[in-house]
Structures are given as C-alpha cells and as structure tokens.
C-alpha cells in the first residue's frame, strides 16, 4: 500500500467517526455465473475482466472475474426429480448417478438435496457434502402411484425458498419430463423465484413415453390389463405399455413452449435432453464441465434502484462465442441511516 493510500484511507475512517449519529450502508454484490462456449460448443476459457462488459439496465458496470482458475464458490445443488408413475422406466437410471454428484458436480466445497415430485413435493435429503448420503438417497428413489402429476413449478418454488440463506453459486438439476403437470404455482411465479435467488436452472429432460419403448418390461410402471380397440377414441389415457398415440402427440407438444427450455434459458443453464442408456450419466457429465469452467462476474449492485434489473453480458472482442448468463437480477435496499 503507498503513504498517499494509506493517508486516505486514515482520512476518511477519520472522517466517518467524526459524524454524529450512526450511519449504516450495506453494500450488495451481483454475482453473474457465465458459461462461454465456441461455435462447435466447446468451452472456452482464458479470458479476463477486461474481455467481459456487462450492461445493468443498459448501463456498463465495472466487474471482477473469478473462474476454475482463481477460485470459485461453492455449489449449492438442489436435485429435484419427477417420481410420478410415468416416469418408473426413467428411475431405474437416474437410480445410479448419485457417484458422480460429489467428483463431477459438487467438488470439495459443494453440497447437494433432493426432492422429489409427483402431486407431492417432498425433500428426501437436506444439503449436505456427504457423498454417501447422496448415493442412498438416490438409490431408493421410488415412483409415486399418481401416472400424470407432477408439479414441476411448485418443486421450483419450494427450492427457491429453501435457498434464501445459501451462499456461493446455487443450482437446481431437474431430472423430468420437459413440462409441469398440476402445480398450483404458474409458470411465472416460477421463474421469479428462481430470479429472485439467483438460481441457475439446469435440466435432464425425457420424454415418459419415448423412454418406456427402450424399458425392460420389469421397469415399466403396474397398470391393470386393458383391452385396446381399433378405434383410438376407445384408447386408454394411460398407456398398459406403450401408447402410440402418446408419443406422436409428444413429440408435437415438443414444438411448442418448452418449460425446461424456458427456465433453463432465463437463468443461463442448459436443457439435456435423455432416452438412451447413458442418457442421464452423460447429461450429470456435461453439467459438470459446464459448472467448473463458469467465470463468475461480480459488480455492485447500483443504489437506490430496487426491483427487477435486466443483465446482459458481452464479450465485444469475440463475437463468434456464446455467451449463457442469468437474464436479469432483483436488487433490494442496500443503504440505510437513521
């Protein structure tokens, strides 16, 4: 530190004590998770603070970077998983990831829940570091007897509220078919909670009916025997084993708003999408590749403007890289006297 630093600063504390009455201001710091990506999707790193400019309601900020390198902070990962009866052929999978959560996504310092969701949401494991705890919990996942619920927005909300006191990156893995089924929440509310907390939204999405084609027979959901006419007016709602007619209209609804899609692109995550055997190992791989190459943008957050702000973060020396980041932060009161 140089005299003239120094004597500033010893100035100023001077300065502050001087003042009659107590003055308090908190100083509220915008953490921005960014994943940069080359044009074959590969991630790309080397870059520095100088590179970035980030724009707070169209007003450039001055940032800090953080990434792999220099240190990141640590994960908060909440695993919210569908456990309907539709999804019994996906289960018999995601039953075996819970190794790679702690090596390939938590790291040293990381800690992971479930839940889980069908027409309940229900926590099954709390944070915690315990890579043991996590295989467990994981291994006994067990489907619900509901074919067709599956409140995908409320699980999201009830994360976010479970997340307010958590500190570093927070992250939220779903493992579920691409669209809520029976939650009260809108689809709104869900996305404001998730802003609200600074969440990065992730999905290992399938489909319930493509899945059940690839499904040993043991692994698909108990229905009770059915006779299917010629007429598909007489088709069942549920299929007994695989409904044709399901998975054409599946594949159309896919045309149009996606919800994973949606929450995953308005957080700055990313929607895997899984049938085949490894499906969902590879989908906990990329999310781990993608987690530990992040640079993390900080800035303070502006005084005196509370609410919804919109970010948008540029790299204006590489315009061929994409760049994935949160689309907006709620900024609350941070200065204060009396």
């Given at each position: 530190m140089t005299r003239r630093a120094a004597v500033c600063i010893l100035f100023w504390v001077g300065s502050i004590t001087a003042q009659k009455g107590p003055f308090?201001?908190?100083?509220?710091?915008?953490?921005?998770?960014?994943?940069?990506?080359?044009?074959?999707?590969?991630?790309?790193?080397?870059?520095?603070?100088?590179?970035?400019?980030?724009?707070?309601?169209?007003?450039?900020?001055?940032?800090?970077?953080?990434?792999?390198?220099t240190g990141l902070a640590p994960i908060s990962l909440a695993i919210a998983i569908q456990t309907s009866g539709i999804s019994s052929p996906a289960l018999t999978r995601i039953r075996h990831i819970g190794g790679m959560i702690q090596p390939l996504v938590l790291g040293l310092k990381g800690e992971a829940a479930v839940m889980t969701f069908d027409r309940d949401v229900s926590w099954l494991q709390d944070f915690t570091p315990d890579d043991n705890k996590l295989r467990d919990v994981l291994k006994d996942l067990k489907s619900g007897s509901a074919m067709s619920q599956a409140r995908m927005f409320d699980a999201i909300v009830a994360v976010a509220d479970r997340m307010q006191e958590r500190k570093g990156r927070k992250v939220v893995l779903l493992i579920s078919e691409s669209r809520d089924r029976a939650s009260e929440t809108t689809f709104q509310q869900a996305v404001e909670a998730v802003e609200r907390q600074g969440i990065e939204v992730f999905a290992a999405t399938y489909s319930a009916y493509a899945t059940s084609l690839i499904a040993k027979p043991k692994d698909l959901p108990d229905l009770p025997t059915q006779v299917i006419s010629g007429d598909p007016s007489d088709w069942p709602d549920s299929p007994p084993g695989v409904d044709f007619l399901a998975i054409f209209s599946e594949v159309a609804r896919l045309g149009k708003t996606n919800a994973t899609q949606a929450l995953t692109r308005a957080t700055g995550g990313a929607d895997y999408r899984f049938v085949k055997d490894r499906g969902i190992e590879e989908a906990i791989e990329k999310l781990g590749r993608e987690i530990h190459s992040q640079y993390l943008l900080s800035f303070p957050q502006r005084q005196g403007r509370t609410g919804r702000h919109q970010i948008q973060v540029l790299v204006p020396d590489h315009r061929n890289l994409r760049i994935r980041s949160r689309h907006t932060y709620w900024a609350d009161q941070t200065r204060e006297s009396q």
């Open positions: 308090r201001v908190k100083t509220s710091v915008v953490q921005v998770p960014v994943i940069v990506t080359d044009k074959n999707g590969g991630n790309f790193g080397g870059l520095s603070g100088s590179d970035f400019k980030v724009l707070d309601d169209n007003i450039v900020q001055e940032v800090t970077v953080d990434d792999f390198t």
